[in-house]
């Protein structure tokens, strides 16, 4: 909403987001929570009364599409301290959700939480009491009974429970619903290499999901997983692994792959997975291209994708305030895998934006979006590395990161006044009890 407090910047380089050559010497130009205008400098016949940031890159806010902020790793002795009760849980998310935000990303989604505690998360952060990434939320993810992330999700072992499950979980406020479709590596008694729901149970559940006007997002390391949840309708496929059931084997399925194209289905990639062996993490190829070069990693397994028409954005999958990794993790790909810093930046910004349903107001710096804009130190196209430490990082228009360090939120100065104002009140009642 334009509010007449403007904020001009005027930056060295921008990369808007939208995977397009970077430009020199733009302005942008805040008014409120949005941007106003995004010009060449020149144009824009702005005088004084403007940020200097032509020694620096400009952004979009980055997306982390699938974070679990309100999970921690169990070698963390902070953990240990947090993961006891629900109070624990939210505080370990808003400390994740900080790390997330100081480094450049202003929009996560966390994909699975205890009880869905990272929902009360978003809430607090929305609210103006914490600062933080606006939290977009599915709730505890669902899985089948001793399945894939069963200690911290809700369970449904058929269909009758996967309707309760979805259902459940979008009154209680989930903007996204998510399905653990097969086994994952964290849950070693889950079989990652097969589908944990047959055919008819993912269908009920993803038709009711898109009934409620949410999302699907499908955890899914293996061929007959990602093949139901295809054939379902999912519309976000996490991890896409393409695991033959037999161990040391990886087969894509080319009919999948059709189907995903005309369907517009969307992957999700974790970065850390992303630009691993595949050889060293789960076996050979055997099947995805007879003939071509065997993939080395998953990103190039996934390529052909992508090149198909298939969205593939890059996500953190972290737990906790590993979350706050994910820019330096970004900063590390090689221009070997991904030519350049404008493709780079747009796996974080326009592509998960669109597949997540947010691109009317999110993912590129455009008028009319929301100002969300990370300042980085120095020219991305020359040094990726400046990706990993933003300088300053703007959400909605209100400068939430300066210095690398996070300020206090405006909001926060709302909350401190509504304290003086009953300070007042207090004051004058003990007067009159004088
Ligand atoms: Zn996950």
Redesign the pocket.
């Known amino acids: 909403m334009a509010s007449g407090v403007m904020t001009i910047l005027r930056c060295g380089v921008l990369v808007d987001g939208s995977g397009v050559p970077a430009s020199e010497d733009m302005g942008v130009v805040i008014d409120g929570d949005e941007i106003a205008a995004v010009a060449p400098w020149n144009e824009l016949g702005i005088r004084g009364g403007y940020r200097d940031l032509r020694r620096c890159s400009v952004v979009p806010g980055l997306i982390d599409g ?1 974070t ?1 902020i309100c999970l921690g790793s169990p070698s963390s002795p902070s953990w240990a301290a947090a993961a006891g009760d629900p109070i624990g849980l939210v505080t370990w998310g808003l400390a994740s959700s900080c790390a997330s935000l100081l480094s450049g990303v202003t929009t996560v989604v966390d ?2 939480s205890r009880d869905g505690l990272a929902l009360r998360v978003g809430t607090l952060i929305k609210s103006g009491i914490a600062v933080g990434p606006r939290v977009l939320a599915a709730g505890p993810a669902i899985t089948t009974t001793g399945g894939h992330g069963a200690s911290f999700g809700v369970r449904a072992d058929n269909v009758d429970e996967l309707l309760k499950a979805v259902r459940a979980n979008v009154s209680g406020g989930a903007d996204y619903v998510k399905i653990m479709v097969t086994g994952g590596a964290i849950t070693p008694q889950s079989n990652r290499r097969r589908s944990q729901y047959r055919q008819d149970e993912l269908d009920a559940a993803i038709a009711d999901a898109h009934r409620l006007n949410r999302k699907v997002i499908g ?1 899914a390391n293996c061929t007959e997983g990602i093949t139901r949840a295809v054939q379902a309708g999912i519309d976000i496929v ?1 991890h896409c692994n393409w695991l033959g059931e037999h161990p040391g084997t990886v087969e894509m399925d080319p009919h999948t792959v059709e189907l995903m194209a005309a369907q517009g289905t969307w992957i999700d990639l974790n970065i850390q997975g992303a630009f691993r062996d595949i050889e060293e993490a789960d076996g050979r190829v055997v099947s995805a291209h007879p003939g071509e070069p065997t993939p080395r990693t998953r990103w190039e397994l996934l390529r052909p994708l992508a090149e198909r028409g298939i969205g593939i954005y890059l996500t953190s ?1 972290g737990f906790g305030p590993s979350v706050g990794s994910f820019t330096g993790q970004l900063s590390a790909v090689e221009s070997r895998d991904v030519p350049s810093p404008e493709g780079l930046i747009s796996h974080v910004t326009s592509i998960p934006a669109k597949a997540l349903g947010l691109a009317e107001r999110l993912g590129s710096l455009q008028a009319g979006k929301l100002a969300d804009l990370v300042v980085l130190d120095g020219d991305l196209r020359a040094d990726r590395g400046c990706l990993a430490k933003p300088l300053s990082v703007f959400r909605s228009g209100i400068e939430v990161v300066s210095n690398g360090l996070l300020r206090r939120p405006p909001l926060l100065s709302r909350a401190s006044a509504e304290m003086d104002a009953q300070e007042d009140l207090l004051a004058r009642v003990f007067r009159e009890l004088d």
Request: proline share 0%.
């Open positions: 699938h679990h994909a699975g955890h996490a999958d």
